[in-house]
């Protein structure tokens, strides 16, 4: 079972930016996928990103252009860079990692991010 732990949210102000961060108890290096969703309060849970080992990186509509998800094999890490944020990306922000095509997936706890003036 590989164990997520995710940081870096806070308050930031509109159109300021963070860099969340998943670190995995495990190597990722040839994981199949690995995500970002976000869940804010009253709504559903939302994928944000997804790096697939096989495909181009997936984003969000309402994110593609101000988001990056990255990763580095050698912290075994996968981050989230935000940019230009709005109000409407408040959330708590969750890492979920695929390590192969059809097993489980495992996911971290969550960390909260606030925009907010």
């Known amino acids: 079972q590989v164990q997520l732990v995710e940081s870096g949210g806070g308050l930031v102000q509109p159109g300021g930016s963070l860099r969340l961060s998943c670190v995995a108890s495990?190597?990722?290096?040839?994981?199949?996928?690995m995500s970002w969703y976000r869940q804010a309060p009253g709504k559903e849970r939302q994928l944000v990103a997804r790096?697939?080992?096989?495909?181009?990186?997936y984003y969000a509509d309402s994110v593609n252009g101000r988001f990056t998800i990255l990763k580095d094999n050698a912290k075994n890490t996968v981050y989230l860079q935000m940019n230009s944020l709005k109000p409407e990306d408040a959330a708590v922000y969750y890492c979920?990692?695929?390590?192969?095509?059809?097993?489980?997936?495992?996911g971290g706890q969550g960390t909260q991010v606030t925009v907010s003036s």
């Open positions: 979920n990692v695929r390590p192969t095509r059809w097993g489980p997936a495992y």
């Open positions: 495990e190597s990722i290096s040839s994981m199949y996928s």
């Open positions: 790096s697939t080992r096989d495909t181009s990186a």
